[in-house]
DNA sequence: TACCCGTGGCG
DNA sequence: TCGCCAAGGGT
């Protein structure tokens, strides 16, 4: 049995040399630093939209380096947009630790690299193999569905701690560098989720599910996401937006957005409301419903709040982490 | 363990 | 339109 994971892992070490995707930018001059930083925003995150973020994100931080003197605030504008804003804070949190400890150079082993935050034992192999060519299995969304196909386990789902040990069993010692990116890019452009091209898989001879990948039936009973309603008060004047920093650890922390109603209700009788804008945000597992009351103030004023807020010029709002919906709004006043 | 965290694309 | 999914981790 063995015998057999290695040849399939010998396949898709051959397959990935062919058909993977060499030319994505963190597969290029590669360092330890690149690796982490495109392993943290493809967390639950399509290649297609971390790709222009990430180009970004190294033109401004190249490297361990030049990013161990940035501002939380600064790391988070450079993730405005891309969503689960934790790895940001995440990423923060650990260039300071291996600024402090680790002498400003990424550290080596897996342990020391698991235990800093936000990076998980699928995160960690994932550095392992690829950055320092030692050879640690991963477990993701792509190694999931390829496993489970490989292996077929019917209506019997597999428990994490098989999957985990399948895919250490799969992992090609050899070239783990070629074996990782290649089963996370035959799950991503061959065995799909929907609609997998089994004919021009390189393990469809060993594959128990080959021509007959079962498609889940859509479950068409209506769930009911939670709600969550904010009530926000934007406030702007003719060149700046009133912002305040969102410390509360739930969606959208640490953040730059609107003040709620309680924070501002004595100063908005000397402000002229002129605008209500009802916007439905949808998240994987909630409905956002926000309710944005905009006011225009003929100057910038100061509020009685041991809150963080800042009056924001029009042309500086992109220095700052903000939700892309208040985004959109701002940039349509 | 189940739930939480964002956003965009797709059928 | 809407549910699902995407290089998961933290709690």
């Not at 698991?114 to 990076?119: A, H, Q, R, Y």
């Amino acid at each position: 049995m063995n015998k057999q994971f290695q040849n399939i892992s010998q396949q898709i070490v051959d397959w990935y040399k062919k058909y993977g995707r060499h030319e994505l930018p963190w597969r290029r001059n590669i360092t330890p630093y690149k690796i982490w930083i495109s392993e943290i925003m493809l967390q639950q995150t399509q290649v297609k939209t971390v790709i222009p973020y990430f180009k970004n994100f190294l033109k401004k931080y190249p490297t361990l380096r030049k990013i161990s003197q940035a501002s939380e605030d600064e790391i988070m504008a450079q993730w405005s947009g891309l969503g689960f804003y934790r790895r940001a804070r995440n990423i923060f949190l650990t260039k300071e630790i291996i600024k402090n400890d680790f002498n400003n150079i990424f550290p080596k082993t897996y342990n020391e690299i698991l235990s800093l935050p936000g990076i998980g034992k699928s995160t960690a192999g994932a550095i392992m193999s690829l950055a320092y060519l030692t050879p640690r299995p991963i477990l993701d969304g792509n190694v999931k569905r390829v496993i489970t196909r490989l292996v077929n386990k019917g209506i019997k789902p597999i428990k994490e701690k098989e999957f985990w040990q399948i895919s250490e069993k799969l992992l090609n010692t050899k070239d783990c560098f070629s074996f990782t990116q290649g089963i996370m890019d035959l799950g991503a452009t061959i065995c799909t989720p929907t609609n997998p091209t089994c004919n021009q898989c390189p393990l469809k001879l060993n594959c128990q599910s080959a021509f007959k990948v079962k498609i889940k039936p859509k479950n068409k009973k209506r769930s009911i996401k939670r709600l969550i309603e904010m009530n926000l008060q934007l406030i702007h004047t003719e060149k700046s937006f009133l912002l305040v920093k969102n410390e509360e650890d739930s969606i959208w922390s640490r953040l730059w957005i609107p003040f709620n109603r309680a924070t501002m209700d004595s100063y908005l009788n000397r402000l002229t409301h002129y605008k209500n804008e009802q916007i439905s945000h949808q998240l994987t597992h909630r409905v956002l419903d926000l309710s944005i009351n905009i006011y225009k103030s003929e100057k910038e004023f100061k509020i009685q709040t041991n809150k963080k807020y800042k009056w924001i010029k029009k042309d500086k709002i992109k220095e700052y982490g903000i939700p892309k919906p208040i985004n959109k709004l701002m940039n349509e006043l």
